[in-house]
């Protein structure tokens, strides 16, 4: 179970996270933290092994390096859609509090096409997941 959540410094609270991408500022997902928690603990009480990457844990280097190892995958994080050009698509992870990582923290959609994942069941819940041309599958 992964999940991310970008949030804002706000006034005298604990500094938390924020990010640009292409222009655009990501703040917080009040919901988001929330939701995780709530799946990973029905997770929990059924006796199924999960897990939460949340906060500065929600990178994209962390997304990459254990979601393989998942048969259900739940991202809660920003999206991002480019009708111009699909595969600038993205989902917005935080970013590396290191300069050592290779990622930027944006999984752009040919990034995804790399990934080797087992799962069983990948759900998105992000803004923009919903957006974007009807493609009906070749069979």
């Known amino acids: 179970m992964l999940a991310s959540r970008y949030l804002a410094q706000r006034g005298d609270s604990t500094v938390l996270r924020s990010a640009t991408v292409r222009g655009k500022y990501f703040e917080e997902l009040p919901n988001s ?9 029905s997770f929990s ?4 092994f999960s897990q939460e990457f949340l ?3 929600a990178t994209e280097e962390a997304f990459k390096a254990n979601a393989g190892r ?3 995958v739940h991202i809660a994080t920003h999206g991002l859609v480019d009708e111009a050009d699909p595969r600038m698509s ?17 999984l752009y959609a040919d990034e995804v096409q790399d990934l080797k994942l087992n ?3 990948v759900v998105l819940s ?14």
């Open 33 to 41: 933290e929330k939701e995780v928690s709530d799946i990973h603990r």
């Open 45 to 48: 009480e059924k006796g199924l």
């Open 55 to 57: 906060r500065q844990d």
């Open 70 to 72: 998942y048969s259900v």
């Open 90 to 106: 993205a989902l917005v992870f935080t970013p590396n509090d290191t300069t050592l990582s290779q990622e930027d923290g944006i």
């Open 119 to 121: 799962a069983d069941l």
């Open 126 to 139: 992000s803004c923009e997941s919903g957006v974007g041309k009807m493609v009906r599958a070749r069979d």
